[in-house]
């Protein structure tokens, strides 16, 4: 192997060794100011983008013990790798993606040590995010103890009602 493509090897590779989860991309016509607007969101989601040769980063993969199929692989592609959360970058690539007539698409995806296909990651980014779910989870938690509050109130201020009628029929 040459050294310019071990060297990207050894980059594809290390990228992949940090990153918990990384999205698969295929990308038609993607312009450097697109380009740009894409890896600045990411950015700001947690990820990185990257456009890498199929067999590099399959070579890469695979020294890993991650197996990806070529022939899945069409058309020039692109990894997003996530350090963060990888619902939040893969909820910013579909975002983007719907945003600029679809210049990138997604064609799998490797979130938390699992492969997944691109309708699966398709759902996955439609999820609510960890922020709304722990909101929904406080709502539930707090319903109850709200209408518990709010029985106990009506008994007191019925019985302080009664009583001021008591005393206004008595005077």
């Known amino acids: 192997m040459r050294a310019e493509k071990q060297l990207l090897l050894d980059e594809i590779k290390s990228k992949l060794e940090k990153s918990n989860s990384f999205i698969l991309t295929k990308y038609t016509s993607l312009k450097a100011n697109t380009s740009h607007s894409f890896r600045s969101q990411l950015s700001k989601a947690g990820g990185d983008y990257e456009v890498v040769r199929k067999r590099v980063f399959v070579k890469a993969a695979e020294s890993l ?12 592609i692109g990894v997003v ?28 995806a490797r979130l938390d040590g699992q492969i997944y296909k691109a309708a699966d990651v398709e759902k996955l980014s439609q999820l609510p995010s960890k922020d709304e779910m722990r909101a929904h989870l406080l709502g539930l938690f707090e319903a109850p103890m709200a209408q518990t509050l709010a029985v106990m109130e009506a ?4 019985v302080v009602y009664c009583l001021d009628n008591k005393s206004k029929q008595d005077a």
Do not use: M, R
Request: proline share 2%; hydrophobic share 35%; aromatic share 6%.
């Open 81 to 108: 790798f996530s350090d963060k959360d990888p619902i939040e970058t893969t909820k910013a690539v579909y975002k983007f993606s719907k945003e600029n007539d679809k210049v990138v698409q997604v064609i799998g």
């Open 65 to 76: 013990g991650i197996s990806i199929d070529v022939k899945d692989l069409e058309g020039h």
């Open 155 to 158: 008994l007191l201020s019925s």
